[in-house]
């Protein structure tokens, strides 16, 4: 059974460049139009603007009920329906792995280049359980490879790009060579830019640097295949504004290696995968350096991650089941240092060990009264410790109290978490299909929650400049999930709207230290006024709730124009008090025109974003002003393997505040050092795209 029906057009109004066909993925085209119903929704690098910039992020933020969380021009991050972080189930090319570091400074897609991109695949709402634990939504970035030919021959795909807001470019792709038993490839990337310009000057500290290359190749012996992928990056120095350091490398290096096969009753899927990831970064190379050499700091992170799957997928009960397991180990390590003293240093996250083994099974089909339904159920067991940590005899005796009663406590915690998913639709008609999802998502607690043992601003990349501490009594979140929506389409318009509402029990969010904020009468705030803060936040579990409504919409207005359009709308609430959660992107409408020849199209976009005045207290979040911009784009089809694609992004050069883009906290930019940081001024793009 066919766990996606996509039904072929443009999404947004974009270009109408083609999907690259899943042979898993049943494909019906219905004139010129295409949306994606059922479970997953599938964008490509040709959707997005050739003036975005490196950002992958972005490509995902046209879909319904996502956006893009702004913390460098390499570290955005995805919400989804409020949720983001490693609160989203993300992988790349299916693998899942650790960050680097603590402020995840380096997120998944840090490590998707949309040169290398083939296409990223979304789960419409609830992630399923086969995909892994997650407290949401979930998405894969499929990178490009070589493919399996009955005509042996050469394969390319390649991009070449460029920007003006950042004087930017990028250059990248695949060559490979396939027969009909064997494929082999190697990809290479290169980006780099420099500061972003904004309406009123230069936002500093905003350049990046980033360098991905590998080998792959596979080979298929009759019903079996095998793939292996190797793959390096090498990030340069990059600009974090809305964080206390930027970043100065990452160091990274990826192993993947594939089984599928086919037996009489069974396909077979599995994977080992390998990640290992080298993090430095620091407050004085891309911002004005501190005034004393006492404040001079860089910290140096390191983390690695095994992974593994099997499943398999048979014939049964009149529809699909799927069962499996799938393990992982992460170890992180983190220390805080003063290059000019090298008795100072801290070991903020020591020797950390996060483990998780899991099991599911999932079975598709059709149910009673014509509806159809995926239902899945899901456990993991997790468990995590940490190492005793350390400080240099020139750090102040304060952070020594600090380190000496972490290790002098418990330092080991486990738990399991239970998943349930069950996601139902069913075809009134020719035009309508109802949808309808009942869940249960967990998420367990990650490292920097749990074993943040030194005040800092280490949040897992929250960026809201306040300090955090760890609770090594956290419970696993848990989500209860209702969603329900339809997808309708006709030969001239088409519209999927949704509607959610997600409870989640011990959501993990910043309080205050202790009873008494602004009383500095603890080691903890005595350490963070040092730093600072003289109110830090610990993280604990609350109660929230999440809920919305989103939707895409499109109509043909005759042979060459048609208006497509999405529509996000998101509250976040704190049940324990009156106060809403941090960071959820304000209600935005985009509607563009398009105008679609033979060979090329245009499109006219209006960006409409609602100020934001229901913010956190709690995370001392501040309002945002509502915006439009005006943006603009075409595609000139050359033949069947060449494409050149043009962008213009704010159109009009308006100066606007993106809600999620944070404070900026680097001195030496035309943005006041606390001032919620601009989005970015009139940006001209350019892109060329050649595959064969």
Same mark, same amino acid.
């Given at each position: 059974?066919?766990?996606?029906?996509?039904?072929?057009?443009?999404?947004?109004?974009?270009?109408?460049?083609?999907?690259?066909?899943?042979?898993?993925?049943?494909?019906?085209?219905?004139?010129?139009?295409?949306?994606?119903?059922?479970?997953?929704?599938?964008?490509?690098?040709?959707?997005?603007?050739?003036?975005?910039?490196?950002?992958?992020?972005?490509?995902?933020?046209?879909?319904?009920?996502?956006?893009?969380?702004?913390?460098?021009?390499? /570290?955005?991050?995805?919400?989804?329906?409020?949720?983001?972080?490693?609160?989203?189930?993300?992988?790349?090319?299916?693998?899942?792995? #650790?960050? &680097?570091?603590?402020?995840?400074?380096?997120?998944?897609?840090?490590?998707?280049?949309?040169?290398?991109?083939?296409?990223?695949?979304?789960?419409?709402?609830?992630?399923?359980?086969? %995909?892994?634990?997650?407290?949401?939504?979930?998405?894969?970035?499929?990178?490009? $490879?070589?493919?399996? /030919?009955? !005509?042996?021959?050469?394969?390319?795909?390649?991009?070449? #790009?460029?920007?003006?807001?950042? *004087?930017?470019?990028?250059? &990248?792709?695949?060559?490979?060579?396939?027969?009909?038993?064997?494929?082999?490839?190697?990809?290479?990337?290169? !980006?780099?830019?420099?500061?972003?310009?904004?309406?009123?000057?230069?936002?500093?500290?905003?350049?990046?640097?980033?360098?991905?290359?590998?080998?792959?190749?596979?080979?298929?012996?009759?019903?079996?295949?095998?793939?292996?992928?190797?793959?390096?990056?090498?990030?340069?120095?990059?600009?974090?504004?809305?964080?206390?350091?930027?970043?100065?490398?990452?160091? /990274?290096?990826?192993?993947?290696?594939?089984?599928?096969?086919?037996?009489?009753?069974?396909?077979?899927?599995?994977?080992?995968?390998?990640?290992?990831?080298?993090?430095?970064?620091?407050?004085?190379?891309?911002?004005?350096?501190?005034?004393?050499?006492?404040?001079?700091?860089?910290?140096?992170?390191?983390?690695?991650?095994?992974?593994?799957?099997?499943?398999?997928?048979?014939?049964?009960?009149?529809?699909?089941?799927?069962?499996?397991?799938?393990?992982?180990?992460?170890?992180?390590?983190?220390?805080?240092?003063?290059?000019?003293?090298?008795?100072?240093?801290?070991?903020?996250?020591?020797?950390?060990?996060?483990?998780?083994?899991?099991?599911?099974?999932?079975?598709?089909?059709?149910?009673?009264?014509?509806?159809?339904?995926?239902?899945?159920?899901?456990?993991?067991?997790?468990?995590?410790?940490?190492?005793?940590?350390?400080?240099?005899?020139?750090?102040?005796?304060?952070?020594?109290?600090?380190?000496?009663?972490?290790?002098?406590?418990?330092?080991?915690?486990?738990?399991?978490?239970?998943? #349930?998913?069950?996601?139902?639709?069913?075809?009134?008609?020719?035009?309508?299909?109802?949808?309808?999802?009942?869940?249960?998502?967990?998420?367990?607690?990650?490292?920097?929650?749990?074993?943040?043992?030194?005040?800092?601003?280490?949040?897992?990349?929250?960026?809201?400049?306040?300090?955090?501490?760890?609770? $090594?009594?956290?419970?696993?979140?848990?989500?209860?999930?209702?969603?329900?929506?339809?997808?309708?389409?006709?030969?001239?318009?088409?519209?999927?709207?949704?509607?959610?509402?997600?409870?989640? *029990?011990?959501?993990?969010?910043?309080?205050?230290?202790?009873?008494?904020?602004?009383?500095? %009468?603890?080691?903890?705030?005595?350490?963070? %006024?040092?730093?600072?803060?003289?109110?830090?936040?610990?993280?604990?579990?609350?109660?929230?709730?999440?809920?919305?409504?989103?939707?895409?919409?499109?109509?043909?207005?005759?042979?060459?124009?048609?208006?497509?359009?999405?529509?996000?709308?998101?509250?976040?609430?704190? !049940?324990?008090?009156?106060?809403?959660?941090?960071?959820?992107?304000?209600?935005?409408?985009?509607?563009?025109?398009?105008?679609?020849?033979?060979?090329?199209?245009?499109?006219?976009?209006?960006?409409?974003?609602?100020?934001?005045? !229901?913010?956190?207290?709690?995370?001392?979040?501040?309002?945002?002003?509502?915006?439009?911009?005006?943006?603009?784009?075409?595609?000139?089809?050359?033949?069947?393997?060449?494409?050149?694609?043009?962008?213009?992004?704010?159109?009009?050069?308006?100066?606007?505040?993106?809600?999620?883009?944070?404070?900026?906290?680097?001195?030496?930019?035309?943005?006041?050092?606390?001032?919620?940081?601009?989005?970015?001024?009139?940006?001209?793009?350019?892109?060329?795209?050649? $595959?064969?």
């Amino acid at each position: 059974m066919t766990r996606t029906l996509m039904i072929s057009a443009s999404l947004l109004a974009l270009t109408s460049a083609a999907i690259a066909e899943d042979p898993l993925t049943d494909v019906i085209t219905i004139h010129a139009s295409r949306m994606n119903v059922e479970l997953e929704s599938v964008v490509t690098p040709q959707d997005l603007s050739a003036a975005n910039g490196p950002a992958t992020v972005r490509l995902v933020a046209q879909v319904p009920g996502a956006a893009a969380i702004d913390n460098g021009a390499l /570290s955005g991050q995805v919400q989804y329906r409020g949720l983001f972080g490693s609160r989203i189930n993300i992988r790349v090319d299916g693998q899942s792995f #650790a960050s &680097g570091g603590p402020n995840l400074m380096d997120p998944p897609l840090h490590y998707a280049p949309l040169p290398l991109v083939e296409r990223i695949e979304i789960d419409r709402g609830v992630s399923p359980v086969r %995909n892994g634990p997650g407290l949401g939504g979930g998405l894969d970035a499929v990178l490009k $490879r070589s493919h399996f /030919s009955d !005509e042996a021959g050469w394969q390319y795909d390649l991009t070449s #790009a460029g920007r003006s807001v950042d *004087e930017s470019y990028a250059v &990248g792709g695949l060559i490979g060579y396939g027969t009909s038993d064997t494929r082999l490839h190697a990809i290479y990337a290169l !980006e780099d830019g420099g500061d972003i310009d904004f309406a009123n000057g230069t936002i500093g500290g905003t350049q990046h640097n980033r360098l991905v290359y590998g080998l792959g190749g596979g080979v298929r012996l009759g019903r079996h295949e095998f793939g292996l992928d190797l793959r390096r990056n090498e990030t340069g120095a990059t600009g974090n504004p809305p964080f206390a350091m930027d970043i100065r490398y990452f160091d /990274s290096d990826f192993a993947r290696l594939t089984y599928s096969g086919q037996t009489s009753d069974f396909t077979i899927n599995g994977f080992l995968a390998y990640s290992d990831i080298d993090h430095g970064m620091n407050n004085f190379d891309l911002r004005p350096a501190p005034p004393s050499p006492m404040r001079f700091r860089e910290t140096f992170a390191a983390s690695n991650d095994i992974t593994a799957g099997l499943s398999a997928t048979m014939d049964a009960m009149h529809g699909t089941l799927s069962f499996g397991i799938d393990t992982s180990d992460a170890e992180h390590d983190v220390t805080i240092t003063n290059p000019n003293n090298a008795n100072f240093f801290l070991n903020s996250f020591p020797d950390i060990e996060i483990e998780r083994t899991g099991g599911f099974v999932e079975w598709s089909g059709e149910t009673l009264l014509g509806w159809s339904s995926e239902l899945g159920l899901r456990a993991d067991y997790h468990s995590a410790r940490a190492g005793a940590a350390r400080v240099g005899p020139a750090v102040p005796a304060m952070p020594g109290m600090l380190a000496m009663s972490f290790n002098a406590g418990d330092r080991e915690w486990d738990d399991v978490t239970l998943d #349930a998913v069950g996601r139902f639709w069913r075809a009134l008609n020719d035009e309508t299909t109802l949808r309808f999802t009942l869940a249960r998502k967990t998420r367990a607690p990650g490292y920097v929650e749990r074993f943040a043992w030194l005040p800092t601003p280490a949040s897992g990349g929250l960026a809201d400049g306040n300090t955090y501490v760890g609770d $090594r009594d956290l419970a696993p979140e848990t989500a209860w999930i209702v969603e329900a929506g339809l997808d309708w389409q006709t030969d001239n318009a088409y519209a999927r709207p949704t509607l959610y509402v997600r409870d989640i *029990e011990n959501y993990i969010q910043g309080v205050a230290f202790d009873a008494t904020p602004g009383v500095i %009468n603890s080691p903890v705030e005595m350490v963070s %006024n040092m730093n600072g803060d003289p109110t830090p936040l610990r993280f604990a579990n609350v109660d929230a709730r999440l809920w919305g409504v989103d939707l895409d919409f499109g109509y043909r207005l005759g042979e060459a124009w048609r208006l497509d359009g999405v529509f996000t709308y998101v509250r976040g609430e704190r !049940e324990d008090i009156d106060d809403k959660l941090y960071r959820i992107q304000p209600a935005t409408l985009t509607i563009g025109a398009t105008y679609e020849a033979q060979r090329w199209s245009a499109t006219l976009e209006s960006v409409a974003v609602a100020e934001q005045d !229901e913010v956190s207290v709690t995370n001392s979040e501040a309002e945002t002003p509502g915006y439009v911009l005006l943006n603009a784009r075409g595609l000139w089809q050359l033949n069947a393997n060449t494409s050149i694609s043009a962008g213009i992004e704010n159109l009009l050069d308006h100066n606007y505040h993106q809600h999620l883009a944070g404070y900026n906290r680097n001195g030496g930019s035309d943005v006041l050092v606390g001032d919620r940081l601009p989005g970015t001024g009139r940006s001209l793009g350019l892109r060329l795209h050649i $595959r064969g």
